[in-house]
């Protein structure tokens, strides 16, 4: 019986030493942040949700996340901006608008996450060597110096800043594939390619919340 007891004490005393608590205070908050992502197009409806949970039931990749999407949108809203921009789940979001779909307030979840991305990249608070900020930063370079996207070059690119290992351990496939003209590193540029990037100017001109 004694030996029963000491096993039965010490069990929930172990499971209590891996739950880590932490408190929110007012002065954590960033005034305003909930208010800005609200005036943000497509993120209006930020105001409406009802914390239901459904965003967090539904999303496939929740169980990996830091913050469910259902905590991201409260604590967006409450103005914990450092908690927001600083967490894995707004990069872990695959866009597949699940959580759109499925919110009773038809809050466009996935709109906001996107937001919330963009604002991250401007403040450079990513996680280093990240490669989905990383690609869309690259991405929006090439679109921008040359009207569209040289796969190659991209992808090359992103390797680079994020798992230069990984390219030399790629290096043999890469040649022969460059040899066969299936991968290719020359940049590649559409006609009117001025154009475009003049219309981006003038987009993150009007909005200055967009992608620089």
């Known amino acids: 019986m004694e030996a029963g007891r000491g096993a039965a004490e010490v069990k929930p005393a172990s499971v209590m030493s891996q739950i880590k608590r932490t408190i929110k205070y007012e002065a954590d908050r960033t005034p305003g942040f909930g208010q800005e992502v609200m005036e943000t197009p497509g993120c209006e409806k930020l105001k409406d949700c009802i914390q239901c949970g459904t965003c967090s039931g539904v999303c496939p990749l929740s169980i990996y996340m830091d913050y469910s999407p259902r905590q991201i ?3 967006t809203r409450a103005g914990f901006k450092d908690e927001v921009l600083g967490s894995l789940t707004i990069w872990l979001c695959a866009s597949c608008y699940c959580c759109s779909v499925n919110c009773p307030q ?5 709109d906001i996450m996107y937001e919330l991305k963009q604002r991250a990249i401007r403040e450079g608070r990513y996680p280093k060597r990240f ?8 991405f929006t370079k090439m679109v921008r110096k040359n009207g569209r996207v040289s796969e190659g070059l991209l992808a090359s690119k992103v390797f680079l800043k994020t798992d230069p290992a990984a390219v030399m351990g790629m290096s043999k496939l890469g040649l022969g ?3 066969t003209g299936r991968f290719s590193l020359k940049p590649e540029k559409m ?3 001025a154009e475009v990037k003049e219309i981006m100017r003038e987009v993150e001109e009007n ?3 967009g992608q620089g």
């Open 177 to 179: 594939l460059m040899k």
């Open 73 to 75: 949108i409260a604590l």
């Open 106 to 110: 038809e809050i466009g979840i996935t």
């Open 191 to 193: 006609k009117g390619h």
């Open 207 to 209: 909005n200055p919340g």
């Open 131 to 138: 490669p989905i900020p990383v690609l869309a930063q690259e």
